[in-house]
T-cell receptor
Framework: DAKTTQPPSMDCAEGRAANLPCNHSTISGNEYVYWYRQIHSQGPQYIIHGLKNNETNEMASLIITEDRKSSTLILPHATLRDTAVYYCIVRVAGGDGLTFGKGTHLIIQP | DGGITQSPKYLFRKEGQNVTLSCEQNLNHDAMYWYRQDPGQGLRLIYYSQIVNDFQKGDIAEGYSVSREKKESFPLTVTSAQKNPTAFYLC?????????????FGNGTRLTVT
């Protein structure tokens, strides 16, 4: 699986959009970009995933650059409950699981 | 209410004892996974199973064993051969074992071995 690079931590004001970047410059054509988040002492929560096109669901939007070497997760109106560690992961099409890095610790400030 | 159930939430054992962690899902998912998480670290894959009666080693399988006799169950045994068994263990499942199939996680079992 391709490696990802994320900032170790970010702050965002409550009510604003949180934009979390991820670099995956060695991504292959058949690898998906996944985003999960984990609140302390709980299991990771699936947020969104995509291959080439931008994706949106009730939780977030995923913007993938045209060359697929980076992506951004957007939480449109951050709340205090969005404080968590966010993981960006690339996964091969014939996936045997997910390879987690250290993620970005997002802190939503009141 | 569909989901993944891991029990118990906290487990304590003496060194040298084997211990089995339970993972049950009622999502009718084919694939199941076991991960381990140490403090301040990401998750590491122990074992995975894409179908009943079949499973493969992940990145850190030494000292662990699994079985997949039923679609809904994927128990993990932490053996006495595992040198650092104290950790947070997470089970996950997905509809199928392909890249386009999200994993859904349980809430974990925290194992402490003294």
């Amino acid at each position: 699986d391709a490696k990802t690079t994320q900032p170790p931590s970010m702050d965002c004001a409550e009510g604003r959009a949180a934009n979390l970047p991820c670099n995956h410059s060695t991504i292959s054509g058949n690898e998906y970009v996944y985003w999960y988040r984990q609140i302390h002492s709980q299991g990771p929560q699936y947020i969104i995933h995509g291959l080439k096109n931008n994706e949106t669901n009730e939780m977030a939007s995923l913007i993938i650059t045209e060359d697929r070497k980076s992506s951004t997760l957007i939480l449109p109106h951050a709340t205090l409950r969005d404080t968590a560690v966010y993981y960006c992961i690339v996964r091969v099409a014939g996936g045997d699981g997910l390879t987690f890095g250290k993620g970005t610790h997002l802190i939503i400030q009141p | 209410d569909g989901g993944i159930t891991q029990s118990p939430k906290y487990l304590f054992r003496k060194e040298g004892q084997n211990v089995t962690l339970s993972c049950e899902q009622n999502l009718n998912h084919d694939a199941m996974y076991w991960y381990r998480q140490d403090p301040g670290q990401g998750l590491r894959l122990i074992y995975y199973s894409q179908i009943v009666n079949d499973f493969q080693k992940g990145d850190i399988a030494e000292g662990y064993s699994v079985s997949r006799e039923k679609k809904e169950s994927f128990p993990l045994t932490v053996t006495s051969a595992q040198k650092n068994p104290t950790a947070f263990y997470l089970c996950a499942s997905s509809i199928e074992g392909t890249g386009n199939s999200p994993l859904h996680f349980g809430n974990g079992t925290r194992l402490t071995v003294t």
